[in-house]
């Protein structure tokens, strides 16, 4: 394509599950600029087949003022691991507070029974889930496409996974870690 092909094209983009779009390149450079778009975007324009990932495009070019973001064993999963098992550490600590805060072992056992202290698993799920998506953002990629999610541990890993390029084959492998 020639440049003023490109100039005068109209892109579209998906942003947060939208698409949105007619775009002049010039207000592309600008949404990548401003970090609204980068690797991983999906973009489109006429004379595509398909929607297309930012860096497969003459778009690319504006990319290259940014590294792309940290990738496989450079990405620390700690927290990841921790949040796979986050709801059997969610429920020690449960008995512990059970026990700490009811006296007797039966107090502690009927307060269990009755899920007194349930907020504290899902409590834990979300500061996991945020502290691991602000590291994500740090190593470079964009979790824009999976924020909001982060109170349900299933669907964050799916979407972190999704975002990283590693997707397993089997849901299980998704709920232990995702990495």
């Not at 490109?6 to 775009?23: I, M």
């Not at 600029?33 to 398909?50: A, C, D, I, K, Q």
């Not at 921790?82 to 507070?97: D, K, N, Q, R, T």
């Not at 072992?105 to 899902?122: C, D």
């Amino acid at each position: 394509m020639s440049d003023t092909q490109n100039s005068t094209s109209q892109w579209f983009y998906e942003e947060k599950g939208e698409r949105k779009g007619g775009a002049s390149e010039q207000e592309m450079v600008e949404l990548i600029r401003s970090g609204r778009l980068g690797y991983g975007s999906s973009v489109w324009m006429p004379g595509f087949n398909e929607w297309a990932k930012l860096e497969d495009t003459p778009l690319r070019q504006h990319l290259q003022q940014t590294p792309p973001p940290l990738a496989g064993s450079q990405v620390n999963n700690t927290l990841v691991w921790v949040l796979a098992f986050a709801p059997i550490i969610g429920y020690l600590m449960e008995w512990f507070v059970a026990g700490a805060l009811n006296g007797s072992e039966a107090a502690a056992a009927r307060a269990m029974e009755n899920a007194s202290y349930w907020y504290i698993t899902l409590a834990l799920n979300l500061l996991l889930s945020f502290f691991d998506e602000k590291r994500l953002q740090k190593t470079g990629h964009n979790t824009s496409r999976f924020r909001g999610w982060v109170w349900l541990v299933p669907v964050y890993l799916y979407q972190r996974a999704k975002n990283r390029k590693r997707l397993p084959n089997s849901p299980c492998v998704i709920q232990a870690g995702a990495h």
